[in-house]
């Protein structure tokens, strides 16, 4: 068997057809999408989170928040 998990959690049929899935199948239509989804999502945050960046530095009470952008932008740049 593949694990102990796998036989105590599911039935019987569905371990089975896990066992006799293609590795294709299984990477392209599951791991793939997934993973393009995962990606797309970030990027999309990303845009998200600079077009929100850009708006607070434009406005005029960024005198209190300059601080904590700043370093909040420093360890953006470290990683």
């Known amino acids: ?3 102990g998990l796998c036989d105590m959690a ?3 049929v569905l371990s089975e057809f896990l066992r006799e899935l293609p590795g ?6 599951i791991f793939l999408p997934v993973t393009l ?3 797309l999502l ?4 990303r ?3 600079m077009e929100v960046n850009e708006e607070l530095s434009q406005t005029p009470d960024h005198q209190h ?3 904590a952008s700043s370093s909040r932008y420093e ?3 470290r990683t």
């Open 1 to 3: 068997g593949t694990g």
């Open 10 to 12: 599911m039935s019987p």
């Open 24 to 29: 294709w199948f299984l990477f392209s239509g």
């Open 37 to 39: 989804l995962l990606f």
């Open 42 to 45: 970030i990027a999309y945050f």
């Open 47 to 49: 845009i998200k989170l």
């Open 65 to 67: 928040n300059r601080k």
């Open 75 to 77: 360890r953006k740049k």
